[in-house]
C-alpha cells in the first residue's frame, strides 16, 4: 500500500513551492498550493507548467490521479489534507507565525513538514500546541530535479513521525537522508563550507570566477556526483587524507562572518540573476539562457546518474 498522503497542501507557492507541488501531483497526490497572495500565485501557475515539462524530460515516475490547485483561501487549501508542507520565507518569526495559524485550523493527526533550510525543527515547534507533529522535510533546489530530501526530527517530534515520513519519500522516488537536529543541516553545513573556501580563494586572488568553477565542476563536482565523500576516502586512502590534512587543514579559511568579497558585491547592488550582476555580469538575455542552460544539465545529470547503481 502507497505510504503517500491523498491529499497535501504547500503552504507558501515562492521558490520551491511549484517544483515540490508538481513532484507529489505526479505521484499520484491531489495537491493544493496556498499563497497570500495573488500574485504569487499567479507566478506560481506559470511556473508549474515549466515544472511540469522538466519532470517529464527526466522521465520522473508518474501515477494517475494527481492534480494540484493554486489558492489563495488557506481553509479551503487545508481541508483534508493528510500533509501540510510549509515553504514560506526563512524567517523564524514568519514560520513560527505560520504554524500556530496553521495548527488553529486543522486536526491533531495532520503531518506539518517544514521545508526550512536551516532554522532548528525545535525552535519552530516552541509556537505550537502539538510540537510532535512537526518534523523537518528539507528539499533540494530546484526541488522537482533533486531527488534527495533530508528528514531532520526535533526534540520534541514524534518517532512514529519519522518513519511514516521517511515512507512518503520513498513512495515518490526520493531519497530519504534522516539526520539529527543540527543548525543548517548536512547539505548545507557541507555546501557553505566550501563556499567559505572558495570565497576566500577569490578575496586572495589565487584564482579567477571561471577558474575556480571549472576547477570545482570538473575536479570536485564531477567526482563527487558518482562517488560520495565517505566512499572517495576509502577509493583515495585514508592513509593519504592523513598526510594531506595533517598539512592543509591549518590553510583552509575558518572565517565565522560574511566574506567582504560578497558584501562589497551586495552594497553595490549586484545580487545575482535577480539583478543581472554578481560574481559575473549579464548582458540582455544571459540571465534567462543560463537559466536554461543550468536545467538542461541538470535533467542530463540526473538521467545519467539514475542509471548508475549506488557506488
Not at 19 to 28: F, H, N, P, S
Not at 276 to 305: F, H, N, Q, S, W
Request: charged share 25%; net charge negative.
Amino acid at each position: 500500500m502507497s505510504s503517500l498522503p491523498r491529499i497535501a497542501t504547500v503552504v507558501g507557492s515562492g521558490t520551491m513551492g511549484p517544483g515540490i507541488a508538481a513532484t507529489l501531483a505526479r505521484a499520484g497526490v491531489t495537491v493544493r498550493l496556498y499563497d497570500i497572495s495573488t500574485e504569487a500565485i499567479e507566478r506560481a501557475e506559470a511556473a508549474y507548467g515549466v515544472v511540469q515539462g522538466v519532470l517529464a524530460a527526466v522521465d520522473s515516475p508518474s501515477a494517475p490521479g494527481g492534480s494540484v490547485t493554486f489558492g489563495t483561501d488557506l481553509d479551503a487549501s487545508l481541508e483534508g489534507s493528510e500533509l501540510i508542507i510549509e515553504a514560506v520565507p526563512e524567517r523564524l518569526d514568519l514560520k513560527q507565525k505560520v504554524l500556530a495559524d496553521l495548527e488553529a485550523r486543522i486536526g491533531d493527526e495532520v503531518i506539518i513538514a517544514t521545508n526550512t533550510s536551516g532554522i532548528p525543527i525545535t525552535t519552530m515547534g516552541k509556537s505550537m500546541t502539538l510540537p510532535g507533529r512537526l518534523i523537518g522535510m528539507h528539499w533540494s533546489n530546484p526541488p522537482h530535479l533533486i531527488p534527495m530530501i533530508e528528514v531532520i526530527p526535533g526534540e520534541d517530534t514524534d518517532p512514529a513521525l519519522v518513519e511514516k515520513l521517511i515512507g512518503i519519500v520513498k513512495a515518490f522516488d526520493y531519497v530519504p537522508v534522516l539526520e539529527k537536529e543540527i543548525p543548517g543541516f548536512v547539505e548545507n553545513r557541507v555546501l557553505y563550507a566550501i563556499l567559505r573556501e572558495c570565497m576566500a580563494l577569490l578575496d586572495e586572488g589565487i584564482v579567477t570566477p571561471e577558474g575556480l568553477d571549472a576547477c570545482v565542476k570538473w575536479g570536485i563536482g564531477y567526482k563527487l556526483s558518482v562517488v560520495g565523500p565517505t566512499r572517495l576516502l576509502d577509493m583515495a586512502g585514508l592513509d593519504i587524507y592523513q598526510a594531506v590534512s595533517g598539512y592543509l587543514n591549518k590553510e583552509l579559511d575558518a572565517s565565522t562572518e560574511t566574506p567582504k568579497l560578497i558584501l562589497d558585491k551586495i552594497a553595490e547592488g549586484k545580487l545575482g540573476f535577480k539583478s543581472g550582476a554578481g560574481m559575473y555580469e549579464y548582458g540582455p538575455g544571459d540571465v534567462d539562457a543560463k537559466r536554461k542552460e543550468i536545467i538542461t544539465g541538470l535533467i542530463a545529470a540526473r538521467k545519467t546518474l539514475s542509471s548508475i547503481p549506488e557506488v
